[in-house]
Protein backbone atom coordinates (compact mmCIF):
# COMPACT_ATOMS: atom_id res chain seq x y z
CA UNK A 1 0.00 0.00 0.00
CA UNK A 2 2.16 3.20 -1.27
CA UNK A 3 -0.56 6.13 0.22
CA UNK A 4 -2.91 6.64 2.60
CA UNK A 5 -6.53 5.72 0.84
CA UNK A 6 -10.18 5.57 2.59
CA UNK A 7 -12.74 2.63 2.59
CA UNK A 8 -16.31 3.88 3.64
CA UNK A 9 -15.46 6.57 6.23
CA UNK A 10 -12.24 5.12 7.07
CA UNK A 11 -9.02 6.07 6.23
CA UNK A 12 -6.43 3.27 5.74
CA UNK A 13 -2.73 4.34 6.83
CA UNK A 14 0.54 2.94 4.82
CA UNK A 15 1.70 -0.62 6.77
CA UNK A 16 4.46 0.33 9.33
CA UNK A 17 6.97 -2.58 9.48
CA UNK A 18 7.27 -1.44 13.12
CA UNK A 19 5.19 -3.74 15.13
CA UNK A 20 5.71 -1.30 18.10
CA UNK A 21 4.08 1.57 16.19
CA UNK A 22 0.77 -0.88 15.42
CA UNK A 23 -1.83 1.58 15.87
CA UNK A 24 -4.18 -1.14 17.00
CA UNK A 25 -2.01 -0.89 20.42
CA UNK A 26 -2.62 0.76 23.20
CA UNK A 27 -1.13 4.16 23.66
CA UNK A 28 0.72 2.81 26.84
CA UNK A 29 0.65 -1.09 26.77
CA UNK A 30 0.94 -2.78 29.60
CA UNK A 31 4.92 -5.27 29.92
CA UNK A 32 4.79 -8.26 27.08
CA UNK A 33 6.63 -10.38 26.34
CA UNK A 34 10.06 -10.71 24.26
CA UNK A 35 7.43 -10.83 20.82
CA UNK A 36 5.07 -7.98 22.13
CA UNK A 37 1.34 -8.45 22.21
CA UNK A 38 -0.38 -10.44 19.92
CA UNK A 39 -3.61 -7.63 19.30
CA UNK A 40 -7.11 -9.35 17.94
CA UNK A 41 -10.47 -7.71 17.33
CA UNK A 42 -13.41 -10.17 18.13
CA UNK A 43 -16.56 -8.39 17.09
CA UNK A 44 -17.06 -7.11 14.05
CA UNK A 45 -19.88 -6.55 10.97
CA UNK A 46 -19.77 -6.29 7.49
CA UNK A 47 -22.48 -6.21 4.49
CA UNK A 48 -23.07 -10.20 5.14
CA UNK A 49 -25.42 -8.54 8.15
CA UNK A 50 -25.70 -4.92 9.14
CA UNK A 51 -22.49 -3.72 8.52
CA UNK A 52 -21.67 -1.28 5.89
CA UNK A 53 -18.34 -2.32 4.60
CA UNK A 54 -17.59 -5.48 2.44
CA UNK A 55 -15.66 -8.53 4.43
CA UNK A 56 -12.78 -7.99 1.61
CA UNK A 57 -12.54 -4.97 2.76
CA UNK A 58 -11.92 -5.50 6.63
CA UNK A 59 -9.47 -7.37 5.79
CA UNK A 60 -7.66 -4.87 4.32
CA UNK A 61 -8.31 -2.19 7.32
CA UNK A 62 -7.49 -4.53 10.12
CA UNK A 63 -3.85 -5.41 7.94
CA UNK A 64 -3.55 -1.29 7.65
CA UNK A 65 -3.74 -1.16 11.20
CA UNK A 66 -1.65 -4.17 12.23
CA UNK A 67 -3.85 -6.87 13.67
CA UNK A 68 -3.16 -9.96 14.16
CA UNK A 69 -6.50 -11.87 14.01
CA UNK A 70 -9.80 -10.23 13.45
CA UNK A 71 -12.86 -12.02 13.92
CA UNK A 72 -15.46 -11.14 12.03
CA UNK A 73 -19.27 -11.72 13.71
CA UNK A 74 -22.06 -11.14 11.50
CA UNK A 75 -25.68 -10.69 12.54
CA UNK A 76 -26.80 -14.50 12.68
CA UNK A 77 -24.54 -15.88 9.77
CA UNK A 78 -21.24 -16.70 9.00
CA UNK A 79 -21.30 -16.06 5.18
CA UNK A 80 -19.12 -12.66 5.61
CA UNK A 81 -16.50 -14.64 7.65
CA UNK A 82 -16.07 -17.00 5.10
CA UNK A 83 -15.55 -14.41 2.42
CA UNK A 84 -13.14 -12.94 4.44
CA UNK A 85 -11.07 -15.80 5.64
CA UNK A 86 -10.98 -16.64 1.73
CA UNK A 87 -9.64 -13.35 0.56
CA UNK A 88 -7.17 -13.17 3.57
CA UNK A 89 -5.30 -16.41 1.97
CA UNK A 90 -5.49 -15.64 -1.53
CA UNK A 91 -3.89 -11.79 -1.02
CA UNK A 92 -1.52 -13.37 1.86
CA UNK A 93 -2.70 -10.91 4.37
CA UNK A 94 -1.12 -10.84 7.65
CA UNK A 95 -4.25 -10.54 9.40
CA UNK A 96 -5.54 -14.01 10.13
CA UNK A 97 -9.57 -13.97 10.40
CA UNK A 98 -11.53 -16.32 12.65
CA UNK A 99 -15.09 -17.26 11.94
CA UNK A 100 -17.90 -15.95 14.31
CA UNK A 101 -21.18 -15.05 14.23
CA UNK A 102 -22.71 -12.72 16.48
CA UNK A 103 -25.79 -15.08 17.58
CA UNK A 104 -29.26 -14.03 18.58
CA UNK A 105 -31.07 -16.66 20.78
CA UNK A 106 -34.34 -16.58 21.88
CA UNK A 107 -34.80 -13.56 24.65
CA UNK A 108 -32.73 -11.37 22.01
CA UNK A 109 -29.68 -11.77 24.09
CA UNK A 110 -26.73 -11.85 21.93
CA UNK A 111 -23.84 -14.29 21.82
CA UNK A 112 -20.50 -13.72 20.16
CA UNK A 113 -19.30 -17.26 18.95
CA UNK A 114 -15.62 -18.03 17.62
CA UNK A 115 -13.83 -20.13 15.74
CA UNK A 116 -16.80 -21.91 14.08
CA UNK A 117 -17.24 -24.61 11.84
CA UNK A 118 -20.88 -24.03 10.70
CA UNK A 119 -23.27 -21.47 12.06
CA UNK A 120 -25.57 -22.43 15.25
CA UNK A 121 -29.09 -21.82 15.17
CA UNK A 122 -30.40 -18.74 15.66
CA UNK A 123 -33.45 -17.88 18.31
CA UNK A 124 -33.08 -20.79 20.83
CA UNK A 125 -32.84 -20.84 24.69
CA UNK A 126 -29.39 -18.89 25.72
CA UNK A 127 -27.81 -22.49 26.96
CA UNK A 128 -29.48 -24.32 23.81
CA UNK A 129 -26.91 -21.52 22.24
CA UNK A 130 -23.96 -22.09 24.30
CA UNK A 131 -23.92 -26.01 24.16
CA UNK A 132 -24.10 -25.61 20.42
CA UNK A 133 -20.81 -23.37 20.20
CA UNK A 134 -19.42 -25.42 22.10
CA UNK A 135 -20.25 -29.10 20.50
CA UNK A 136 -18.21 -27.61 18.00
CA UNK A 137 -15.30 -26.28 19.58
CA UNK A 138 -16.12 -22.80 19.72
CA UNK A 139 -16.04 -20.23 22.37
CA UNK A 140 -18.76 -18.04 23.44
CA UNK A 141 -18.80 -14.71 24.30
CA UNK A 142 -21.24 -12.77 26.34
CA UNK A 143 -21.96 -9.55 24.12
CA UNK A 144 -21.93 -6.14 24.90
CA UNK A 145 -23.79 -7.02 28.65
CA UNK A 146 -26.01 -4.76 30.78
CA UNK A 147 -26.76 -2.16 27.91
CA UNK A 148 -30.94 -2.42 29.00
CA UNK A 149 -31.34 -3.31 25.08
CA UNK A 150 -33.29 -5.88 23.65
CA UNK A 151 -30.03 -7.21 22.26
CA UNK A 152 -28.35 -6.85 25.60
CA UNK A 153 -28.68 -9.52 27.98
CA UNK A 154 -29.50 -8.23 31.62
CA UNK A 155 -27.55 -9.31 35.20
CA UNK A 156 -30.56 -11.31 36.56
CA UNK A 157 -31.02 -12.94 32.67
CA UNK A 158 -27.33 -14.00 32.94
CA UNK A 159 -27.19 -15.62 36.48
CA UNK A 160 -29.88 -18.13 35.78
CA UNK A 161 -27.99 -18.61 32.36
CA UNK A 162 -24.46 -19.41 34.64
CA UNK A 163 -26.46 -21.86 36.79
CA UNK A 164 -26.78 -24.11 33.51
CA UNK A 165 -24.04 -23.33 31.05
CA UNK A 166 -20.28 -21.78 31.37
CA UNK A 167 -19.11 -19.10 29.11
CA UNK A 168 -15.59 -18.44 28.08
CA UNK A 169 -15.36 -14.69 28.37
CA UNK A 170 -17.05 -11.43 28.30
CA UNK A 171 -17.01 -8.03 26.92
CA UNK A 172 -15.39 -5.49 29.52
CA UNK A 173 -14.32 -2.89 26.55
CA UNK A 174 -17.11 -2.57 24.25
CA UNK A 175 -17.17 1.51 22.27
CA UNK A 176 -21.26 1.25 23.30
CA UNK A 177 -20.99 0.48 27.45
CA UNK A 178 -21.94 3.39 29.10
CA UNK A 179 -20.57 4.21 32.49
CA UNK A 180 -23.38 2.64 33.87
CA UNK A 181 -23.33 -0.54 32.41
CA UNK A 182 -19.37 -0.57 33.40
CA UNK A 183 -20.06 -0.45 36.88
CA UNK A 184 -22.83 -3.11 36.43
CA UNK A 185 -20.06 -5.15 34.54
CA UNK A 186 -17.65 -4.96 37.60
CA UNK A 187 -19.45 -5.71 40.09
CA UNK A 188 -20.87 -9.09 38.13
CA UNK A 189 -17.44 -9.67 37.66
CA UNK A 190 -16.84 -9.95 41.78
CA UNK A 191 -19.18 -12.52 42.01
CA UNK A 192 -19.20 -14.48 38.58
CA UNK A 193 -15.62 -13.95 37.42
CA UNK A 194 -15.05 -17.51 37.07
CA UNK A 195 -17.91 -18.18 35.39
CA UNK A 196 -17.94 -15.79 32.39
CA UNK A 197 -14.48 -16.41 31.50
CA UNK A 198 -11.88 -13.66 29.96
CA UNK A 199 -12.45 -10.22 29.81
CA UNK A 200 -12.86 -9.67 26.13
CA UNK A 201 -11.94 -5.93 24.51
CA UNK A 202 -13.99 -5.51 21.34
CA UNK A 203 -15.39 -2.54 18.87
CA UNK A 204 -18.73 -4.30 18.01
CA UNK A 205 -17.94 -2.17 14.38
CA UNK A 206 -20.37 -1.64 12.01
CA UNK A 207 -18.44 1.19 9.91
CA UNK A 208 -15.01 -0.46 9.36
CA UNK A 209 -14.29 1.81 12.35
CA UNK A 210 -12.06 -1.51 13.61
CA UNK A 211 -9.64 -1.50 16.81
CA UNK A 212 -11.61 0.93 18.97
CA UNK A 213 -11.73 -1.36 21.68
CA UNK A 214 -9.02 -4.58 21.13
CA UNK A 215 -8.08 -8.00 23.25
CA UNK A 216 -4.05 -8.22 23.72
CA UNK A 217 -2.39 -11.45 24.21
CA UNK A 218 0.38 -13.60 24.20
CA UNK A 219 1.70 -14.85 20.88
CA UNK A 220 0.10 -13.52 17.20
CA UNK A 221 -1.62 -16.54 16.00
CA UNK A 222 -5.20 -17.34 16.34
CA UNK A 223 -4.22 -20.19 18.36
CA UNK A 224 -2.34 -18.49 20.29
CA UNK A 225 -5.56 -16.04 21.03
CA UNK A 226 -7.70 -19.44 21.63
CA UNK A 227 -5.29 -20.58 24.38
CA UNK A 228 -4.82 -16.96 25.62
CA UNK A 229 -8.54 -16.73 26.19
CA UNK A 230 -8.86 -20.29 27.31
CA UNK A 231 -6.51 -19.42 30.48
CA UNK A 232 -7.96 -16.01 30.92
CA UNK A 233 -4.75 -14.10 30.45
CA UNK A 234 -5.51 -11.62 27.78
CA UNK A 235 -6.41 -7.92 28.57
CA UNK A 236 -9.48 -6.27 27.54
CA UNK A 237 -8.18 -2.58 26.42
CA UNK A 238 -8.61 0.02 23.78
CA UNK A 239 -6.33 0.85 21.07
CA UNK A 240 -4.74 4.26 19.03
CA UNK A 241 -6.64 4.22 16.73
CA UNK A 242 -8.98 7.14 15.96
CA UNK A 243 -12.02 6.69 13.39
CA UNK A 244 -13.70 9.68 11.83
CA UNK A 245 -17.56 9.83 12.81
CA UNK A 246 -19.48 7.87 10.25
CA UNK A 247 -21.57 9.89 7.98
CA UNK A 248 -24.82 10.40 7.97
CA UNK A 249 -24.81 8.10 4.18
CA UNK A 250 -23.28 5.26 6.59
CA UNK A 251 -25.84 5.55 9.31
CA UNK A 252 -28.71 5.16 7.00
CA UNK A 253 -27.17 2.39 4.88
CA UNK A 254 -26.28 0.49 8.47
CA UNK A 255 -30.02 1.20 9.32
CA UNK A 256 -31.77 0.05 6.05
CA UNK A 257 -29.80 -3.48 6.33
CA UNK A 258 -30.26 -3.45 10.53
CA UNK A 259 -34.02 -2.68 10.01
CA UNK A 260 -34.75 -4.08 6.11
CA UNK A 261 -32.72 -6.73 5.40
CA UNK A 262 -31.88 -8.20 8.26
CA UNK A 263 -35.04 -9.47 9.38
CA UNK A 264 -34.76 -11.32 5.72
CA UNK A 265 -32.51 -13.16 6.04
CA UNK A 266 -33.55 -14.30 9.65
CA UNK A 267 -36.82 -15.59 8.45
CA UNK A 268 -34.75 -17.71 5.38
CA UNK A 269 -32.47 -18.73 8.04
CA UNK A 270 -35.43 -19.34 10.17
CA UNK A 271 -37.32 -21.08 7.43
CA UNK A 272 -33.83 -23.43 6.74
CA UNK A 273 -34.20 -24.68 10.14
CA UNK A 274 -37.61 -25.44 10.23
CA UNK A 275 -37.32 -27.79 7.29
CA UNK A 276 -34.11 -29.19 8.72
CA UNK A 277 -36.01 -30.44 11.60
CA UNK A 278 -38.71 -31.83 9.49
CA UNK A 279 -36.78 -33.92 7.54
Not at 5 to 11: F, K, S, V, W
Not at 48 to 61: K, N, R
Not at 217 to 228: P, Q
Request: hydrophobic content about 40%; aromatic content about 4%; glycine content about 6%.
Amino acid sequence: MKRDQTIGDTLIPRMSTNRLARPCLPIDPPPSGLHGWGVAELHCHSTASDGTIAPEALVTIADSLGLDVLAITDHDTIDGALRARNHARIIGANVEVVIGMEITTRRQDHVVGLFLDHAPNIFRPITETVDAIHAQRGLAIVAHPFLGLPSSISTSRLQNALKRCQFDGIETENPYLRRSARKRIDGFLEEHGALVGAQIGASDSHFGDLARAVTLFEGHTAIDLRRSIESQSVIATTSRVRHARPSLQSHLHNQYRSLIRMPIIRAAILWRQRNRRSE
